[in-house]
């Protein structure tokens, strides 16, 4: 099993910066670890449903953002260290929801070719 774990959420004013993490641990029974997946990164806000940010492939050479963050958030890797980024800036109040890192086979915006998922972390932003 690949285990993965978010760190960095918090409470931001409008405008700021916040910089997720997302530590990855373990491996499959096949012995894969999260370096032979591509990650991505989802949020889901109260009462909405769950919507795609950004994705990076294994390599870190390709990378998907979603329109909405575009130009605003950087997703970036190290394989070296099993860790998944996401850099936001520009946060804006619609951007609160609980952030959640990803790992599946392919560099999707879809969540359902997402095998593992972390527990997720909040991010708040006042206006």
């Known amino acids: 099993q690949v285990q993965l774990v978010e760190s960095g959420g918090g409470l931001v004013q409008a405008g700021g910066s916040l910089r997720l993490s997302c530590a990855a641990s373990g491996r499959t029974a096949s012995g894969r670890t999260s370096n032979n997946y591509s990650m991505g990164w989802f949020r889901q806000a109260p009462g909405k449903e769950r919507e795609f940010v950004a994705a990076?492939?294994?390599?870190?050479?390709?990378?998907y953002y979603a329109d909405y963050v575009k130009d605003r958030f950087t997703i970036s890797r190290d394989n070296a260290k099993n860790t998944v980024n996401l850099q936001t800036a520009s946060l804006k109040p619609e951007d609160t929801a609980v952030y959640y890192c990803?790992?599946?086979?392919?560099?999707?915006?879809?969540?359902?070719?997402?095998?593992?998922w972390g527990q997720g972390a909040q991010v708040t932003v006042s206006s």
């Open positions: 990803a790992a599946g086979s392919v560099t999707s915006s879809e969540a359902v070719t997402y095998d593992y």
């Open positions: 990076i492939s294994r390599s870190g050479g390709t990378k």
